[in-house]
């Protein structure tokens, strides 16, 4: 039987379908250290907090983003949160360290070590798979900006 080889846009197409069933396969949910008194967050401060154009949440606690370093929960937050891809998002970074405007967020190998980081950390806000069992941690809802009046 002859095979023909796939063409780089058949590869795209498919690559494609795959990262957008991953996306909606996967459930992020953001957590902060239980010490935060605060119990949601909007997407907009939400995103800022994690690209460094907000340093601290509303409340005036310093924020201390916290990422892992790849695979599909990495993907899956920063495709629906932060709305780069991890190329996009990691040059946004090395831009801000390089100009002296930042420094890059804390990166950990897996969600046990940000669990156990985030923990330990007054601040500090990250992302898992799934809800976590406990009590130090803090599930934050994320909710529509709201109008300024």
Same mark, same amino acid.
């Given at each position: 039987m002859n095979r023909k080889a796939v063409s780089?846009?058949?590869?795209?197409?498919?690559?494609?379908?795959?990262f957008g069933s991953l996306v909606r396969a996967q459930d992020?949910?953001?957590?902060?250290?239980?010490?935060?008194?605060?119990?949601?967050?909007?997407?907009?401060?939400?995103?800022?907090?994690?690209?460094?154009a907000q340093a601290q949440f509303d409340n005036g606690t310093r924020a201390v983003p916290v990422l892992l370093k790849g695979g599909p929960?990495?993907?899956?937050?920063?495709?629906?949160?932060?709305?780069?891809?991890?190329?996009e998002f990691r040059t946004r970074w090395r831009r801000a360290v390089?100009?002296?405007?930042?420094?890059?967020?804390r990166e950990f190998s897996s969600e046990t070590e940000?669990?156990? %980081?985030?923990?330990?950390?007054?601040?500090?806000?990250? %992302?898992?798979?799934?809800?976590?069992d406990r009590d130090r941690l803090k599930v934050l809802t994320i909710v529509a900006a709201r109008r300024k009046s």
């Open positions: 780089p846009c058949a590869s795209l197409i498919l690559a494609m379908t795959f992020v949910t953001i957590v902060v250290n239980s010490s935060l008194s605060i119990s949601e967050i909007t997407e907009t401060q939400l995103r800022d907090i994690f690209i460094g929960v990495h993907e899956v937050f920063l495709h629906r949160h932060i709305g780069d891809t991890p190329d390089f100009t002296g405007q930042g420094s890059m967020p940000v669990l156990q %980081y985030i923990e330990a950390t007054p601040g500090a806000i990250g %992302y898992l798979s799934r809800k976590p």
